[in-house]
């Protein structure tokens, strides 16, 4: 791995403190010459046993004028260990040196607790400029109604731009929007003019519409309102958009300036320029709407964009000597993909087999999709080719029987044709749900063919014939090759809990996992109760993925006991855990077992553990949470925890 350090010293140290526990030489190697050391110390001490000695030793460093990189790292443990760093922090908040006044205050923020608020107000009267600052700062982190009151009034606290500006950025963080009258005066400053157009487009007021309109008509603001209209990923409302598009009727460059804001790389500025291309009808731009996109953090907006631009972007997508799609990025193929399938249309056809043709597997699933939905008979001959092509013949199987929807006898004819020479799996597939009971001779010699994938086929599609089902699925279960098993188990559910028994049976003794997997899925589907005491057995078994499939199968049909409940909660695997944590949570002995894995090392089995508790906790847990949320270290498990103490205490 070629980033890791040349140095064998280096190395030699990196070991040294992955392998240690000792908070002193944690501590001694913050100070490290090597950002990874001290990056592997600051987080081994972020899940360290916190203790007062632990909290000191960190503020100790973080006095080290000079040690740069040892304060960072400190500070990081520091912005890890939950409530029980907040008290010592707000301690620094009244250091002599303003220094570390200002990183107590990055720090509280870091931490995100509301209980720092209240310091942090108190630090806006700071003397030295950069406390003032990084408290603003941190309050956008903290939360809060006091926190919010105190932003508010710093708007209109005098010449302190600096001040002002970090407000304006606390706010827009909280997604707390000031009164207008604290705003507009801010809008005529250059240096407070950015953020506050940002917070004017998250006011919900007629008002601030007015203004956003008024901005769009003059070059000097455009910019500015574009801003404010990046403050909403959802659509807006259609009086909005009809008075956005009269804004920009008469603006010349219109179709430029907004191919520019697409490809900007600030986020709001895109979200605005989606706002203004579905407002004004700009089918042209919809490759640009597509890429917009860029990382996935607008998809859902710019499909929206482009659903509403309708056939004429999809032309502009689609069509053409080199169209446009091929050109695209993986995300904005993405997102112009869907818009074509959920539009897809007649016209289409023609392009659609191009781009099947054109041998992109990813593009190929996608002409399969939108052929399946457009509605033409035309789309019945390029399906049939795409089920001899190994990368789409799934999509193409599913896509026939979509169209078969529309055009049920002229899909069977052409069917009939293709099944008469050699089977494939999903012309198998696509055969049995559009032929019905007529499948059957297929069916049966699917079971037959030397390829297990096209028998496997044959297992699944037994249910297609009812009334022969039985007898197939009897073939099915017996074939050596695991896969026609694992049809055969995906489909005897079908059979219901009685007839489908003898079969069902014989597959909760398969030799394979992923067999008895399906097996316990498929005695869960008909409400196989006899099966109880198999599936009992089968939790005990080595591969999790069965016993994840039997848990979920006994707590359906009711028939886990506490006993084999908490077995089960104490199961090595986290994933096994967390299954019986969160179907569990009405029994005493899963919660008991929650109260345990309250202290898993995985945060997503300890947030587990806490939605079990808010679920059928009582009262009693609440001093284990009320723990376990001062020592959380993960946003996402405190988060739950915090959701689990409400939840209590409300009872």
């Given at each position: ?7 064998p010293a280096v190395e030699t140290r990196y070991r040294t403190v992955s392998e240690t526990t000792d908070l002193a030489a944690l501590i001694e190697a913050l100070f490290d010459e090597s950002w990874r050391v ?78 720092a608020s209240s310091a942090l107000i108190a630090a806006l009267r700071d003397d030295d400029p950069n406390v003032r600052v990084a408290s603003a700062e941190a309050l956008g982190k903290t939360g809060g109604p ?407 199968a006994l707590m359906v049909l009711g028939g886990a006991d506490d006993a084999t409940l908490a077995r089960i909660a104490a199961h090595p695997d986290g994933e096994v855990v967390k299954q019986v944590l969160q ?69």
């Amino acid at each position: 791995m070629t980033w890791l350090d040349s140095d064998p010293a280096v190395e030699t140290r990196y070991r040294t403190v992955s392998e240690t526990t000792d908070l002193a030489a944690l501590i001694e190697a913050l100070f490290d010459e090597s950002w990874r050391v001290r990056r592997l110390a600051a987080d081994k001490l972020s899940v360290a046993t916190t203790s007062d000695t632990l909290v000191q030793a960190l503020l100790e460093v973080l006095s080290r004028r000079g040690q740069t990189g040892a304060r960072n790292a400190a500070a990081t443990a520091l912005a890890h260990l939950g409530l029980v760093g907040v008290k010592p922090l707000i301690g620094l908040l009244g250091h002599t040196d303003p220094d570390q006044r200002k990183f107590a205050a990055d720090i509280l923020g870091e931490l995100g607790r509301v209980e720092a608020s209240s310091a942090l107000i108190a630090a806006l009267r700071d003397d030295d400029p950069n406390v003032r600052v990084a408290s603003a700062e941190a309050l956008g982190k903290t939360g809060g109604p006091d926190a919010r009151r105190a932003l508010e009034a710093l708007l209109a606290a005098g010449p302190d731009v600096l001040i002002q500006v970090s407000a304006l950025e606390a706010l827009t963080a909280l997604n707390a929007p000031p009164p207008l009258p604290l705003l507009v005066p801010l809008l005529h400053n250059p240096l407070t003019r950015r953020s506050a157009w940002r917070l004017i487009g998250r006011v919900r007021h007629r008002s601030a519409w007015v203004l956003m309109v008024r901005a769009l008509r003059s070059k000097s603001t455009r910019d500015a309102a574009l801003l404010a209209l990046g403050g909403s990923t959802t659509p807006l409302a259609s009086d909005v958009e009809n008075e956005l598009s009269v804004a920009l009727s008469g603006v010349e460059d219109a179709s430029a300036w907004l191919t520019k804001c697409l490809a900007s790389e600030d986020l709001e500025r895109r979200v605005g320029a989606l706002h203004l291309v579905r407002a004004v009808r700009l089918p042209e731009l919809s490759s640009r709407v597509a890429e917009a996109a860029e990382g996935g953090a607008l998809a859902e907006l710019s499909l929206s964009v482009l659903l509403s631009l309708g056939t004429p972007a999809l032309v502009a997508l689609l069509e053409g000597p080199s169209p446009a799609l091929l050109q695209m990025s993986r995300e904005g193929r993405s997102v112009a993909s869907e818009a074509i399938v959920e539009n897809s249309s007649p016209r289409f056809v023609g392009a659609l087999t191009a781009l099947l043709d054109a041998g992109e597997d990813e593009l190929g699933e996608v002409a399969v999709r939108a052929l399946g939905r457009c509605e033409s008979i035309a789309a019945i001959a390029p399906l049939l080719r795409a089920l001899d092509d190994d990368a789409v013949s799934a999509a193409a199987s599913r896509a026939l029987t979509h169209l078969a929807q529309t055009f049920p006898a002229e899909v069977k004819q052409s069917l009939s044709a293709k099944v008469l020479g050699p089977l494939r799996p999903h012309l198998v597939r696509a055969w049995a749900n559009v032929a019905g009971l007529e499948a059957l001779p297929v069916v049966r010699r699917a079971l037959h063919d030397e390829a297990e994938a096209v028998r496997a086929a044959g297992a699944q599609m037994a249910m297609v014939v009812a009334s022969e089902a039985s007898t197939l699925l009897g073939m099915a279960v017996v074939d050596e090759s695991a896969r026609v098993r694992r049809g055969a188990a995906r489909a005897v559910a079908g059979l219901g809990p009685t007839t489908g028994r003898p079969l069902l049976e014989r597959l909760l003794d398969d030799r394979e996992p992923s067999v008895l997997a399906l097996a316990a899925g498929a005695a869960m589907e008909c409400g196989a109760a006899w099966a109880t005491p198999r599936l009992i057995e089968l939790t005990t078994h080595a591969d999790s993925g069965v016993v994840l499939a039997s848990v979920q199968a006994l707590m359906v049909l009711g028939g886990a006991d506490d006993a084999t409940l908490a077995r089960i909660a104490a199961h090595p695997d986290g994933e096994v855990v967390k299954q019986v944590l969160q179907e569990g949570a009405s029994s005493t002995a899963v919660l008991a077992q929650a109260v345990k894995a309250l202290n898993d090392p995985r945060w997503d089995v300890r947030g587990a553990a806490a939605e079990a508790l808010a679920v059928g906790g009582g009262v009693e847990h609440l001093a284990a949470l009320e723990i376990a949320s001062e020592r959380e270290t993960d946003a996402l498990a405190h988060e739950a925890i915090s959701r689990a103490l409400a939840a209590l205490k409300a009872r």
